[in-house]
């Protein structure tokens, strides 16, 4: 049976529960602090998955009279949220590297970290592909965060398993002074890098929040449209809003009709919203519409 939304949320919050148990126990056991943030950043991301649950069930919720536009909004503020947590940790693991290289690195039990880290690493890539599967089947962003999350984990496991493999190999070549700057080099090689996605993902969640045009297929495919519209049913022009918060696209349309222009009934205006309507739901359904007619162009908005 497929798993819903939020299933799909439970089950990454109790993998990632046992992963970040595994992960901080054995960084603490071989004094890895890049396996200890590996750990961390595994509970960081349960903490938000558990967010994410109590904000999908509020999400959910239909318009009423303190919110009478939905709640749709407060899904990108709430990943807006997660991803300035996610960079919080990335620069505070981050300054606590660069610390521990400029005090003269860390030595780790290599032997116990790397057999670790083989398993961590083939359980993370096995869990993010079927999530990055998953988050395209049900077309959810809190999924895909989930995807995301995991798709990091796995990236951090390999770069760590890599470096500790590099500490081995020196270590046995007997390049022993350089072996303890491995970890922490390691760490702040892994903050910089997960940087970028949290970043572009914050600032795109940041631009929903703040109602920015989305410039995607939703906004192409209507504007193209209405302007169609306008030659064929000779009206003399037409402007359109368009935003996108969460899953909804927030759509408003002014078309600007010549005085006396011949109606027979408002049946033809409807009409036409259907043709804008059904000309737009395939690329998303979820949709909140408004589409206005006025002969008189100070009331287009």
């Given at each position: 049976?497929?798993?819903t939304e939020n299933r799909l949320i439970k089950l990454s919050i109790y993998l990632t529960a046992v992963f970040a148990f595994f992960s901080i126990c054995f960084g603490l056991f071989t004094d890895a602090k890049a396996i200890i943030f590996d750990g961390l950043f595994s509970l960081i991301g349960m903490v938000l998955s558990i967010a994410s649950i109590f904000a999908?069930?509020?999400?959910?919720?239909?318009?009423?009279?303190?919110?009478?536009?939905?709640?749709?909004?407060?899904?990108?503020?709430?990943?807006?949220?997660?991803?300035?947590?996610?960079?919080?940790?990335?620069?505070?693991?981050?300054?606590?590297?660069?610390?521990?290289?400029?005090?003269?690195?860390?030595?780790?039990?290599?032997?116990?970290?790397?057999?670790?880290?083989?398993?961590?690493?083939?359980?993370?890539?096995?869990?993010?592909?079927?999530?990055?599967?998953?988050?395209?089947?049900?077309?959810?962003?809190?999924?895909?965060?989930?995807?995301?999350?995991?798709?990091?984990?796995?990236?951090?496991?390999?770069?760590?398993?890599?470096?500790?493999?590099?500490?081995?190999?020196?270590?046995?070549?007997?390049?022993?002074?350089?072996?303890?700057?491995?970890?922490?080099?390691?760490?702040?090689?892994?903050?910089?890098?997960?940087?970028?996605?949290?970043?572009?993902?914050?600032?795109?969640?940041?631009?929903?929040?703040?109602?920015?045009?989305?410039?995607?297929?939703?906004?192409?495919?209507?504007?193209?449209?209405?302007?169609?519209?306008?030659?064929?049913?000779?009206?003399?022009?037409?402007?359109?809003?368009?935003?996108?918060?969460?899953?909804?696209?927030?759509?408003?349309?002014?078309?600007?009709?010549?005085?006396?222009?011949?109606?027979?009934?408002?049946?033809?205006?409807?009409?036409?919203?259907?043709?804008?309507?059904?000309?737009?739901?395939?690329?998303?359904?979820?949709?909140?519409?408004?589409?206005?007619?006025?002969?008189?162009?100070?009331?287009?908005?």
């Open positions: 049976m497929a798993l999908l069930r509020f999400i959910r919720k239909p318009e009423d009279q303190v919110l009478p536009y939905g709640r749709a909004h407060f899904e990108p503020f709430i990943i807006l949220i997660q991803c300035l947590v996610i960079i919080f940790l990335c620069l505070y693991s981050l300054i606590t590297a660069t610390l521990d290289f400029m005090h003269g690195g860390r030595i780790v039990d290599l032997n116990v970290a790397i057999v670790f880290l083989i398993f961590s690493t083939l359980g993370s890539l096995v869990i993010w592909l079927y999530f990055r599967k998953q988050a395209v089947r049900v077309s959810s962003e809190f999924v895909r965060i989930e995807a995301l999350e995991w798709q990091m984990g796995t990236f951090l496991s390999i770069a760590i398993l890599v470096g500790m493999l590099i500490a081995f190999v020196l270590d046995w070549l007997g390049f022993h002074a350089v072996v303890p700057f491995v970890d922490p080099t390691l760490v702040i090689l892994a903050s910089l890098i997960f940087l970028v996605e949290p970043i572009k993902t914050g600032i795109r969640n940041l631009k929903e929040l703040l109602l920015f045009a989305p410039e995607d297929d939703v906004e192409i495919t209507t504007k193209a449209l209405v302007q169609e519209i306008v030659v064929n049913k000779n009206f003399l022009e037409v402007k359109s809003h368009i935003a996108k918060t969460g899953k909804y696209h927030l759509i408003e349309i002014d078309f600007l009709l010549p005085e006396g222009y011949p109606l027979r009934s408002v049946d033809e205006l409807d009409l036409i919203r259907a043709e804008v309507y059904d000309g737009i739901k395939n690329k998303n359904n979820n949709l909140w519409l408004t589409i206005s007619f006025t002969a008189q162009r100070k009331w287009m908005l």
